[in-house]
Every structure is written in C-alpha cells, then in structure tokens.
C-alpha cells in the first residue's frame, strides 16, 4: 500500500494536517518535500473519507539570526528582531524579510497543486490574543518547562528562567530578553547586550504583561502551542527535528506534560541531497525552490518527492547529465503504465495511486495517463534545432492533432526544457548542429564506423524510424550487425552531426533532426555515396544542394570511383 494511504487507513475521525517554517531566507527545493507530503496526506485522508484540514504556518516572530542577507548598517539594528518586523531586504514588494522570503516559497505551493485550506503567520496570531491563554498556562507551569527541557534534552535553564520571550519595547529585539519574575501579570525583562552571540540587546530593563504580541513563547512551545491552538492531528517532521532528544521529542513532552494535550501523529521525513550536499535552508547554496520549480514541471517535481517513502533520503542532482530528463521519462512511464500501453525501464511501487498523487487536483488519472506525452530530452534538442515547429512536430509524432490538455503539457514542458538548458544542462546536451556540411572532426571517423553510418543511412531510409526509441533501437541494431561496440556507434553519429564524441542521446538527437537531413548526412560522413544530400538549409526545407561537401577530405571510396 502507498505510505500515504497506511497513514490514512491508521487514524479515524476528523484530522487536522499541520505545517510551519521559519522564513529565515531563501527556501530549498528540500523544502517543499513536506508540503508535498502534507498535501498527499491530505488527499489520502480525503480518499478515505475522513473530513481533513490542511493548514501551513509561518514562523515569523522567530528573531533575525542570519546576517547574511543584511547590509552591513542594518545588522546592529535588525539581529535578534522578530522576522516579521524586519524590512524586506529585497526592496518593498513586501511588508517584511518574513513575508518576502515566506512569500516566494508560498508562491510555489498554488502551481504544485497544493492549496492549504487555511495558512497562518504567528505575527498575526499573537496580536489577537488568541494565544494568551497557552502563555499564562506556560507561565504558571514554567517549572514544568525547565524540567522537560532539562529531562528531554538535557538543557539546562537558569533558576527562575520563565519560558516566553518579550519584544523589547525600547529596540524592538525579541532574541535579546531574559524574563523572569511572573506575577500573574507581568513579568520582568532585561535587554541584554551579551545575552545571545549574534544579537545585541539595548539593556532596556522593566516590567510588561507578555499578551496581545508584546512576547512570544520560544519555539518549542510555540509549536506545542500551534498543536493546541488548531488542534493538530498530524504533522510530519524533518528528521532533523525528530531526533532522540530534539526539537520533536522536546514539543511533544510540552504538549503533554504544560498543555495537557497529546501531541499529533508524527512522520519524520529525510533530506534531499541536491548532488550529493545536504541541503541546509538558511546557507545560500543548492538550488531554491522557486528556481527548481521552472525547470521542473509540477508533476515531475511531486514525482521527485512521492516516488521514495518519506523515510529515505533523495539523491538528486540537477546539474547530473540525466537526472532531469529522467525524472520526466518516469512520469512518462508511470503514465504508460497506468494507460496499459508498454513501456521501458522499472516501474516504482504502487504506480496507479503514485501516478494519481503525482498529478495536480483537478487532473483525472485516466486521462492524464491517455494524454500524448513528447519526452523531454527530445524536446529539448527540437527546442535547440533552429526552425523546428515544434508543437507540428510533436502532433505529427502523435499522429493525431494535439488536444488541449497535450497542447498545456507540451507548453510546460518546453518551458521547462528551456530553463533546464539555461540553468542546469551539462554541456553534453547542448547541440549546434552544422547543417551545410559534416564537422571537420568527422574526418577523425574510422573506417569502421563509415561503414556503421552507411548502414545506418541505408537502414534508416528504409525504415523510416519514428521518434527517439526506434532510432535508438535502430542504431543498437545496425552497430550490432556492423559488429561494432555501442560506443564506437554512438561516438560516429555524436562526431557527424556535433564534431565531438559524445553528446545527448543518439537516438533521440537524430530523432529531433528531419529525416532526409540525417540520412543525407549519415552518407556524407560515411563518404561512400556521390550524390550526397547534405545541404537542407532548415530542417523542414528541401535540399538545396546534392554536391558533396566542401571542406571534406575524400574517401576511398570516391577516390575509386
Ligand atoms: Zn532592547
């Protein structure tokens, strides 16, 4: 059973699915695995007829900790403020750092099909006081709180220490107060200048009822609070959090012990790797989710994250030769898989409800998995061939002119290839193909690999193959007839139409190329033919000169002839 469905056949009654973030900076892609994962438990829930909520968060009132995005003038000022109340560094396209940076990520939630039924930032929270009543009973149980802190996580708070944090009224740092001395009321607070390394407090000292918004509970209990406060069934963690003795554990102690309230059903998730590196979320390294989300498209990307259970890392390298198309062949294998039409390669667990969460809400499976799906490596050489009518090509590959839906696909796809060719493409994908005549470097051709594209002219003038699979199948073909390795047939067709030994996959290079084009110029590479059709101008055009190529040394063959 798919992981998300065994969640959702354990629980009953109505559930509430919660996540929240600190929007410290610039988001990862590793980020969106947990709103992906909350969205397809949602749906699951949702499936089994469970009445299910799906609420996101941001932790805005979380100081300023990372000066990296800061001027230099505006770190003494803003360090140790809540998120929320620094200016937006980018500009004023938004009302704050938090609301910025919290905003792009959200930004990306809507296109990947995931759509909270409600998000809430806590710097609107605390101001309604809505949270008040969580605060007193942290206040009045702030023993309790030293003693989980110090049981759990073996933290140790100084005697007296209270568990809230008070915006300082005088500079307006919350990172930077102490409290201490509760009456039921208020407490005290002092600003220290030394209190935490990276922030520096204004000394500002006094008295102060910690409601409305004039403080915050440190983030464990805040996220206990959020529990409480919405009443939280469910909410998946990153496995950074769920270790023994961490920010998990520690949250759920709280919730049980100050708030009297069991904590919701946990479901630590791993990382994604972005080759190779852990993806941290406040460093600036890796790719953001914002940017990974034009070269993805949102189906490939729910792909990235669904395909594993939640419980294994993801390896995933978009700069790798392959990683990007491949994750678009497996969508395109799942979708055949689903359709009942043959495919080539491994199929994932549980391909018909993974399929069904990889698609967008409103997308029926049966359909999607109908649709005519162009691969994108192929689309990504047609979008590098000058001249190419595209969407013509792809309905003629079809066979049938391209529906609505297809017409969107392929839309997205091509967008999609085209950032991936400006942002991750290794240098092996990148074509230029010389359409007037073959390479110099195709002087550097074996005779042996002459003869291999002379059959292959032949071979492919009768058969006229259609699409990337069959040319690729044609060239294992023919090179093993020819008794020649792959790679020396791979490396004679990459030297005759790109003049240098290697590059994307033949079959689909030749396959994005006009038929008559490759045929002639599998014959002027092999030098084994006088009239040599080479000279197509566009690759819909006709020849436009049948003279052997100038530049190019003669054969033997012609040298006989
Ligand atoms: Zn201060």
């Keep these: 059973m798919y992981w998300a469905d065994e969640l959702a056949a354990s629980v009953e009654g109505p559930q509430v699915v919660n996540d929240s973030k600190t929007p410290s900076g610039t988001v990862h892609v590793g980020s969106l695995r947990g709103p992906v994962i909350l969205d397809v438990i949602t749906r699951a829930l949702r499936d089994r007829g469970l009445p299910a909520t799906l609420l996101y968060g941001v932790d805005d009132m979380d100081p300023m900790d990372a000066q990296a995005l800061l001027t230099p003038d505006a770190v003494e000022r803003e360090m140790g403020r809540p998120l929320a109340h620094v200016p937006d560094p980018a500009g004023d396209c938004h009302a704050s750092y938090a609301r910025h940076f919290a905003g792009v990520f959200i930004e990306t939630f809507a296109g990947l099909g995931i759509h909270p039924d409600r998000y809430y930032w806590m710097s609107d929270i605390y101001p309604t006081g809505e949270i008040d009543p969580l605060i007193r009973t942290a206040l009045d149980r702030a023993q309790v709180v030293r003693d989980v802190y110090r049981r759990v996580s073996k933290v140790e708070r100084p005697e007296g220490w209270l568990p809230v944090h008070v915006v300082c009224p005088v500079c307006g740092k919350v990172g930077t107060t102490i409290a201490t001395a509760w009456d039921g009321e208020t407490v005290a607070f002092e600003c220290r200048p030394d209190y935490v390394t990276w922030a520096r407090g204004c000394g500002a000292s006094g008295r102060i009822a910690p409601f409305g918004g004039a403080a915050k509970l440190p983030w464990n209990l805040e996220w206990a609070a959020q529990w409480s406060l919405f009443g939280v069934t469910i909410e998946p963690c990153g496995k950074d959090l769920a270790t023994a003795g961490g920010s998990r554990d520690r949250s759920d102690a709280l919730a049980r012990e100050v708030f009297d309230r069991e904590p919701p059903r946990n479901l630590a998730y791993e990382f994604l790797n972005i080759g190779g590196r852990k993806m941290s979320t406040s460093k600036g390294r890796g790719a953001s989710a914002h940017k990974m989300a034009e070269v993805l498209s949102p189906e490939a990307l729910r792909l990235l994250f669904l395909r594993p259970r939640p419980n294994q890392a993801i390896e995933f390298d978009p700069e790798g030769t392959d990683a990007i198309p491949r994750l678009f062949d497996e969508l395109d294998r799942l979708a055949a898989a689903v359709a009942g039409r043959p495919y080539r390669g491994e199929l994932p667990p549980d391909p018909e409800r993974l399929f069904g969460y990889v698609l967008l809400p409103a997308t029926l499976p049966a359909e999607a998995a109908a649709a005519y799906r162009p691969a994108f490596a192929h689309l990504a050489l047609l979008a590098q061939i000058p001249g190419v009518d595209i969407a013509a090509r792809v309905a003629e590959e079809k066979g049938a002119p391209l529906t609505i839906a297809e017409e969107l696909t392929l839309a997205e796809r091509l967008a999609?290839?085209?950032?991936?060719?400006?942002?991750?493409?290794?240098?092996?994908?990148?074509?230029?193909?010389?359409?007037?005549?073959?390479p110099p470097e195709a002087t550097?051709?074996?005779?042996?690999?002459?003869?291999?594209?002379?059959?292959?002219?032949?071979?492919?003038?009768?058969?006229?193959?259609?699409?990337?699979?069959?040319?690729?199948?044609?060239?294992?073909?023919?090179?093993?007839?020819?008794?020649?390795?792959?790679?020396?047939?791979?490396?004679?067709?990459?030297?005759?139409?790109?003049?240098r030994p290697n590059g994307p996959r033949a079959g689909w290079l030749l396959a994005s190329l006009d038929r008559e084009f490759v045929v002639g110029r599998l014959r002027a590479a092999a030098g084994w033919h006088h009239h040599v059709v080479d000279d197509v101008g566009t690759p819909d055009g006709p020849p436009a000169s049948d003279g052997p190529p100038a530049g190019r040394q003669a054969t033997s063959e012609e040298a006989k002839g």
Excluded: M, N
């Excluded at 999609?416 to 073959?438: K, Q």
């Excluded at 023919?478 to 390795?485: D, I, K, Q």
């Design 444 to 499: 550097a051709l074996g005779e042996d690999q002459r003869v291999f594209l002379g059959g292959l002219a032949i071979a492919a003038e009768k058969e006229g193959p259609h699409g990337g699979d069959a040319w690729q199948d044609l060239l294992f073909r023919v090179a093993g007839e020819a008794g020649l390795p792959a790679g020396r047939a791979f490396g004679a067709v990459y030297l005759a139409f790109l003049g």
């Design 416 to 438: 999609a290839a085209r950032a991936w060719l400006d942002a991750y493409a290794p240098e092996s994908a990148v074509v230029r193909v010389r359409r007037d005549a073959p």
